[in-house]
């Protein structure tokens, strides 16, 4: 079984930390999208001992513009097709799928458990209010949450993170932040409403979520609080931004 | 004593609160309902939700009457399915047209918004988005710019400022494509 031992050869080159530490690291993700899907693939290869994902979606032709799902899978929960993907990409790493919402009954309960015992969330959901959902709950168990997001015209993205306690929350600053504006006008009478996704966007967002995810995991570099790329300028762009002591979600005084 | 009669939790931190007059600081309309938010931060799961249930209600009733006496129309109405007050359904009306409505408040809420659903309505639109729990719904996708949602809010604000907007949206799109008479 040499090819097996060498699958993480090139890791060990790397200097600045041990990626064989991830052997022992867990990470939930939410949401296995154009940018989930793409993250558990990066981390199931570079080898994080367990991956639990959350998405109650199946895969339709519309997601295939991305990468990951295949046409033949169309049909199938994300969340299984993903988990087939990754048990052949990877067989080292422990995959558990939910194909339920995060926000009620098994999902829900599935969420809460994963909370015990992962080390990290990644957030790769479409909705603010589950975003603010995972957000409350990833402060109150004290764990780590890496937040991305695409902009609704697909060109832009940005990249959370929140570590209780050290980094603004997601809720922390919110209305300072600004972006475009948002049309509601499209209103013909097809199908339901979805965001432009474009998928270099989605790749970028989601490898920036990994490479901190990475940081945070293994303890290495300076995590950045708050990344924000502009796909039209070909930016990148470092926010370092102070907490809100008044946060309602991370702020000192409790509701 | 709160409003729905249970007493108020002992603080050992408990200072008085700094009194704001609202009407000072409103800078819309829905500043003024305030009376619409609930005190107690609880979901579904939790130990306290009967007491936000209560407060749920009292909201709810305090809006259905501001619909009927001061707006006198009566445009919605919403009840809860069981004692677990996590189902309602109601019926929405315009003119001498009614449709069913549902909401769910899911166990994430309220750190989420409810969940709403008029049912007969949805193919009119794509404001709607795909939910498992109640399958299509009014798309809340659009609120992020202005996300006035938090813990506190209520159902009946939720109705107030996301539904009674939606509705009329809906139906004049409708009446402008000749669809609704
Ligand atoms: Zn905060």
């Known amino acids: 079984m040499a090819q097996v031992r060498e699958r993480y050869d090139r890791l060990k080159r790397f200097t600045f930390a041990d990626f064989s530490k991830l052997a022992a690291k867990r990470v939930a993700i939410v949401g296995v999208g154009g940018l989930g899907a793409l993250a558990a693939e990066i981390l199931a290869r570079a080898g994080v001992g367990r991956l639990a994902l959350f998405d109650y979606d199946t895969v339709e032709e519309a997601n295939l513009n991305r990468l990951v799902y295949r046409t033949s899978q169309i049909g199938q929960p994300k969340v299984k097709a993903l988990a087939a993907h990754l048990g052949d990409a990877n067989p080292d790493a422990e995959v558990v799928s939910y194909p339920h919402d995060v926000t009620t009954g098994r999902g829900y309960v599935g969420l809460m458990g994963e909370l015990d015992k992962c080390d990290l969330v990644l957030g790769c959901v479409d909705t603010f209010g589950v975003r603010l959902f995972l957000n409350g709950k990833c402060v109150a168990a004290k764990i780590p949450l890496i937040d991305g997001g695409a902009s609704e015209n697909g060109i832009n993205g940005a990249v959370h993170v929140v570590i209780p306690g050290k980094t603004p929350c997601y809720r922390c600053n919110r209305p300072a932040l600004k972006q475009e504006q948002v049309t509601t006008d499209r209103r013909d009478v097809t199908g339901v409403c979805a965001f432009t996704s474009l998928p270099t966007t989605m790749a970028i967002v989601a490898s920036l979520q990994c490479q901190e995810a990475f940081k945070v995991l293994l303890k290495f570099g300076r995590v950045a609080p708050l990344l924000l790329y502009n796909g039209l300028d070909g930016t990148l762009e470092r926010v370092d931004w102070k907490r809100d002591p008044k946060c309602p979600t991370c702020g000192r005084r409790k509701t | ?181």
Not at chain 2, 70 to 97: C, F, N, Q, Y
Not at chain 2, 103 to 116: E, F, R, S, T, W
Not at chain 2, 117 to 137: C, N, S, V
């Open chain 2, 1 to 181: 004593m709160t409003p729905t009669g249970a007493p108020l939790p002992r603080d050992r931190f408990a200072r008085p609160r700094k009194i704001v007059d609202r009407y000072d600081t409103a800078k819309q309309e829905d500043d003024l309902f305030y009376f619409l938010l609930c005190g107690t931060n609880a979901s579904p799961p939790d130990e306290k939700w009967p007491l936000r249930t209560l407060e749920e209600q009292y909201a709810l009733d305090r809006y259905f009457e501001y619909l009927k006496y001061m707006e006198k129309h009566a445009w919605i109405e919403l009840a809860a399915t069981g004692p677990s007050a996590t189902r309602w359904r109601g019926k929405v009306r315009d003119g001498a047209h009614a449709w069913d409505l549902e909401v769910i408040l899911k166990d994430a809420y309220p750190a989420i918004p409810p969940a709403c659903r008029i049912p007969e309505l949805m193919h009119y639109t794509d404001r709607k988005i795909d939910d498992e729990a109640l399958g299509l719904r009014i798309c809340d996708m659009h609120m992020e710019q202005s996300y006035w949602w938090h813990e506190h809010c209520s159902l009946a604000l939720y109705l107030k400022r996301e539904v009674s907007y939606w509705v009329q949206s809906v139906l004049q799109d409708m009446r402008r494509k000749g669809w609704l008479k």
